[in-house]
Each structure stands twice: as C-alpha cells, then as structure tokens.
C-alpha cells in the first residue's frame, strides 16, 4: 500500500513537472510541501514531532526504487536525501529542544535539509576542511565555504560540517545547523551539471555568520564521530537508488529490445542482445539480493561500514556498467535526451563519485582486510 500510494504521488506530482524542473535546473519547492502533506517526509521521525514513527529502512527503500522506476530521479532525489541522509542527524544527534524546533518544519516539507561536508579543496579527505567555526560567548562565527551541496539552493537547514579546533584533523571537527537567513550565510551558483539537472546542486559561502550555540548538533569535536555514524546509511541509500535505477534501465532496454527490428528481426533477438540482457538481469538480482540484506542490517543496527562501502561501490559499478549497455543496445536513440535511458546514463555517472569515491569505498574494505 505504502509503495502505491507514494507511487501515486510521483505520477501526480513529479512525473508530469520533472522535463520542466529538468530544464530549470530545479525542482519547485511545493514538491516537498505536498510530499510533507501526504506523509512522505521525515516518516522515521517520531509523531510528537510530525513523523509517522517508522523505524524501518524499507519504506525508504520503496521510495529509492519508485523514484528509480518512475524515471524522475533528478526531480526527487532531494526526498531521499533529505530522509535517508539529513533525517538521522536531526533524530539521533539532537537535543530534545533541537528536535521540538527543525523535526516538524522537516515533517511538513517547510524546512528542506542539506549536508554539507564536501569544500572546494577538499572531499575525500574530509578531515582537511578548513571552514572554521571558533566559539565565541553564546555562538559560534563560521567563516569559509562548501561547494556541490544537494538541495543547496532550496535547503532551510544545513547541517554543516566545520573545525571548531582548527588545528585538529577529525577531532577538531563539530556539526552546525546552518540556518536560511542567517546573516553572512550566502549561496553561490546552482552548478551546471552533466546530469541530475532538476537537482539543485550548490555552493555555500560563510562570511562570520553568528550561528547560536543551540544549533550544535551532538557535542563539539564529535562531528565526525557522527559522521562516521550515519555514512552508511547515506551508502545504502545510494545503492539502493542504483541497484532500482539499473533495474529501470534494463526495463526500458528490455521493452526496446522487443519492438526494434534490424535485418528483419527484433534486435533482442540477436545471440549478442540476449546474452547481454541475461547478464544484466542476472547481475540485477545479485546486486539486489546483497542490498535488501544490507537494508535488513540496517533496520537490526548491525550494517558495518565495510558492507555499506560493498553495497555503494558495487551497487553503483553494476549501475554503470547497465546503464552503459542500456544505452548501446538503443543505437543512436540511445543518446537522445528524449529517452529515458539517455538520461539515466548522464545522471548515473556521478554515483560512483558522490557519498565518498568508490575508490575511498576500497579504501575502508581494504583496510578491514589487514592490508
Ligand atoms: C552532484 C553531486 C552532489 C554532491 N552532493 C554532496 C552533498 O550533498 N554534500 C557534500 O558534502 N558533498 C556532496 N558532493 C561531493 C562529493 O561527495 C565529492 O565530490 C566526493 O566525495 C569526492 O570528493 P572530491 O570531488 O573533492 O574529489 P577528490 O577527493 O579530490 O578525489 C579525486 C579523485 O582522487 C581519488 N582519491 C582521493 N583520495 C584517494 C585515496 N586515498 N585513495 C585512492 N583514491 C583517492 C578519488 O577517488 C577521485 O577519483 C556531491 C558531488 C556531486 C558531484
């Protein structure tokens, strides 16, 4: 019921909005209001707060695949971003009075999250920032900047990610809810991307802006601490969303595989064709079978990071390597914006970049292995 309702929505009020939101480079703010509205936000949050008291990661797994299979994931990418991602700071490192005061605006679609971690010198390396936050009486003074943050443009609240020890690498780290409005808080251009266009993606600029002492999230020097706490499930909401956008994909090269003809037969039929469409359907149920255990680990809080990282880098390579295929196999239609499967391959190459490289992915299961 919950995965026809929300598909629902998205046929309502996504699906027939995403070309416009594509060509503006952003979604409409009202998209989050009605998602607020028909109880698709913040649903893991309590209901004193406005949430529905779910706690369990499937429902965003519905959500991650319904977007997928409706073909508007730029378009509603921000839902899961701000569900998956951003909910879980608000719902595990806040304070009572924290939650009391941003959870409901997060409900009701009228507060729009963001994570901002990623700074034009640094992304991998992430306890190399250099955006300062240094105490000053009741508030902090944050000075630098953040670039390529979703839902940068239309985000409320940004739980940014700063050193409020300076000369500390990850213990000199803290989180601050930076909110719309602040003074000294600016943002920078909606960048210009090769896909995910209805996805805002921004830069965010600091100039001593005053951030109150209530809006610490968890205690100073423990940001990464919570980072480290909350990245896997940020890398399973990636892998999700890929294992569901290769699936898409497939569905669409499969349907296009039986109506085109080339020498008098459907281009499916081709010993080649076939055997790649084999090997993708089979590689889809490999991958979702490691993703759906990984959401039941998840939901018993036993994920381990090693098995996200799997999740994220193998997840996102499988949905490269369809995509890639889904594209070859429709010919020249194939790299027109015009079909589905153009777009899904221009929007799926930052996957295996964004929620940490794959290669960083590597790097955290290698370094478990002793090596
Ligand atoms: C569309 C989009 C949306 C994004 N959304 C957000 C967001 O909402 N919030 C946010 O904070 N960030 C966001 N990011 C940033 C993203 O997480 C970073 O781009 C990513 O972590 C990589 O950082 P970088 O770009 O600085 O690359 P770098 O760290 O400079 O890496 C460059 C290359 O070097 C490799 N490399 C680096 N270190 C190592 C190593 N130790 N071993 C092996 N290889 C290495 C990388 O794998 C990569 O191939 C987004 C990015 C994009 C493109």
């Given at each position: 019921m919950f995965r026809a309702a929300?598909?629902?929505?998205?046929?309502?009020?996504?699906?027939?909005?995403?070309?416009?939101?594509?060509?503006?480079?952003?979604?409409?703010?009202?998209?989050?209001?009605?998602?607020?509205?028909?109880?698709?936000?913040?649903f893991n949050a309590p209901e004193e707060h406005g949430g529905s008291g779910v706690d369990d990661f499937r429902y965003n797994q519905v959500t991650a695949e319904e977007i997928q299979l409706a073909g508007v994931n730029a378009a509603a990418t921000g839902i899961g971003l701000h569900n998956d991602v951003c909910l879980p700071y608000f719902l595990h490192a806040a304070t009572e009075d924290q939650k009391a005061r941003w959870l409901p605006g997060i409900c009701a679609g009228t507060s729009i999250t963001a994570i901002a971690m990623t700074e034009p010198g640094i992304g991998s390396d992430l306890a190399g920032m250099a955006t300062t936050a240094i105490r000053d009486g009741d508030h902090y003074v944050v000075n630098g900047s953040k670039t390529f943050i979703t839902n940068g443009?239309?985000?409320?609240?940004?739980v940014t990610a700063v050193k409020t020890d300076p000369g500390q690498r990850h213990k000199g780290m803290s989180?601050?809810?930076?909110?719309?409005?602040?003074?000294?808080?600016?943002?920078?251009?909606?960048?210009?991307?090769?896909?995910?266009?209805?996805q805002d993606t921004a830069e965010l600029f600091f100039t001593d802006v005053q951030v109150p002492v209530e809006n610490l999230l968890g205690e100073e020097g423990q940001g990464f601490t919570w980072l480290v706490?909350?990245?896997?499930?940020?890398?399973?909401?990636?892998?999700?969303?890929?294992?569901?956008?290769?699936?898409?994909?497939?569905?669409w090269t499969l349907e296009?595989?039986?109506e085109r003809t080339a020498f008098g037969q459907p281009i499916g039929s081709f010993q080649n064709s076939r055997f790649r469409l084999a090997e993708m359907a089979t590689e889809i149920e490999i991958g979702q079978t490691f993703v759906d255990r990984c959401v039941m680990a998840l939901n018993a809080g036993e994920l381990t990071a090693e098995e996200a990282a799997m999740a994220k880098w193998w997840a996102t390579d499988l949905q490269g390597r369809v995509v890639d295929a889904g594209v070859q196999l429709h010919g020249g239609y194939g790299y027109m914006e015009e079909y589905p499967i153009a777009r899904a391959f221009a929007d799926a190459r930052v996957t295996r970049i964004y929620g940490g490289t794959n290669e960083i992915m590597k790097e955290?299961?290698?370094?478990?292995?002793?090596?």
């Open positions: 929300f598909r629902q929505f998205l046929d309502k009020e996504v699906v027939p909005h995403a070309e416009e939101w594509e060509r503006a480079g952003i979604t409409d703010r009202e998209m989050y209001l009605k998602a607020g509205v028909a109880g698709f936000l913040g443009i239309h985000a409320d609240l940004v989180l601050l809810v930076l909110e719309r409005g602040m003074e000294g808080f600016e943002r920078g251009r909606n960048l210009d991307k090769i896909g995910m266009h209805a706490r909350n990245l896997p499930q940020e890398r399973l909401n990636i892998a999700m969303a890929a294992v569901a956008a290769a699936r898409a994909a497939f569905g296009y595989c039986k955290i299961i290698g370094r478990s292995l002793g090596v």
